[in-house]
């Protein structure tokens, strides 16, 4: 589908993602839709050669994620994922750390 070496890992999206998400996504854990393969997000492959950013699976290439952003509304594909979790711990010790 790709050479090798066009595509970036998923700390790539961390800018864009952040407008959307709290949290950080890349340490987020998500299911491809495709072949089942679980892993953290920072491990997708992400092209950012297009208009918006898309993420694949690591495993198979099945496309995970989709956000372009347009006239001031971002819209977001996660069509390709069965889930994406989230581990809020680290951020609560975070805030704890800093009160």
């Known amino acids: 589908m790709s050479s090798d070496n066009d595509y970036l890992d998923g700390n790539a999206a ?3 993602l952040s407008s959307i998400f709290a949290t950080d ?3 987020a854990e998500g299911q491809c ?3 089942g393969a679980t892993k953290r997000f920072a491990e997708a492959h992400v092209y950012m050669q297009t208009p918006g950013v898309v993420a694949r699976c690591a495993a198979c290439e099945h496309v995970l994620l989709r956000v372009v952003n347009v006239r001031h509304r971002i819209f977001l594909d996660v069509r390709g994922m069965t889930f994406l979790s989230f581990d809020t711990s680290q951020d609560r010790r975070t805030v704890q750390a800093a009160s």
Do not use: H, K, L, R
């Open 33 to 35: 839709a495709n072949c």
């Open 14 to 16: 961390a800018g864009e």
């Open 25 to 27: 996504i890349t340490a």
